[in-house]
T-cell receptor, first 115, second 111 residues
Framework: GNSVTQMEGPVTLSEEAFLTINCTYT??????LFWYVQYPGEGLQLLLK?????DKGSNKGFEATYRKETTSFHLEKGSVQVSDSAVYFC??????????????FGQGTTLQVKP | NAGVTQTPKFQVLKTGQSMTLQCAQD?????MYWYRQDPGMGLRLIYY???????DKGEVPNGYNVSRLNKREFSLRLESAAPSQTSVYFC??????????FGSGTQLSVL
């Protein structure tokens, strides 16, 4: 079945450091891939998405590229800020789930950025 | 703009008690979802409703029931709570696109 695996956290970085959060997936066909972010005390928010191979999703300085050959969708940011401290979830929507919000989530990676 | 509103924010139950989690959205979305979030396991889909009047099971439906009362409201009921249902519950909605809009969650503890 479909699944998503993220690197374990917590990830602790200093402000302005480079961020990578690894995400790999298992899916039949061609899924859509997402990164959601959860700030403390809030619900999840869509950060970026990619719907086909080699697509690059980007938002707020974060980027992720859909790599079919390595079944990966790693999240990167060149210079993190304290305000980026949150939990990051990688997720996929299977190709047979239609245009729905039925997502398979990874376990989440906590990012803590220190000043 | 309220978005997705969940009540209550916190709840403590004893094993065997029942309760209903309420969810309402004001974005005129057709689809609504209930997810649970557990440490180390991410979010898992409990039930969803593609449109008013329809509901379907997700990945972990056992022990739960849902009601799509109207287009705005989608409630989740625990008939006989168990400690394994201790979790954070999120309601979400989506319109024509696949982007999910989440509520702020309900933290439930079952003793």
């Amino acid at each position: 079945g479909n699944s998503v695996t993220q690197m374990e956290g917590p990830v602790t970085l200093s402000e302005e450091a480079f961020l990578t959060i690894n995400c790999t997936y298992t899916a039949t066909g061609y899924p859509s891939l997402f990164w959601y972010v959860q700030y403390p005390g809030e619900g999840l928010q869509l950060l970026l998405k990619a719907t086909k191979a080699d697509d690059k999703g980007s938002n707020k300085g974060f980027e992720a590229t859909y790599r079919k050959e390595t079944t990966s969708f790693h999240l990167e940011k060149g210079s993190v800020q304290v305000s980026d401290s949150a939990v990051y979830f990688c997720a996929l929507r299977g190709p047979f789930s239609g245009n729905t919000g039925k997502l398979i989530f990874g376990q989440g990676t906590t990012l803590q950025v220190k000043p | 703009n309220a978005g997705v509103t969940q009540t209550p924010k916190f709840q403590v139950l004893k094993t065997g008690q029942s309760m209903t989690l309420q969810c309402a959205q004001d974005m005129n979305h057709n689809s609504m979802y209930w997810y649970r979030q557990d440490p180390g396991m991410g979010l898992r889909l409990i039930y969803y409703s593609a449109s008013e009047g329809t509901t379907d099971k997700g990945e972990v439906p056992n022990g739960y029931n849902v009601s799509r009362l109207n287009k705005r409201e989608f409630s989740l009921r625990l008939e006989s709570a168990a400690p394994s249902q201790t979790s954070v519950y999120f309601c979400a909605s989506s319109g024509r696109g696949e982007k999910l809009f989440f509520g702020s969650g309900t933290q439930l503890s079952v003793l």
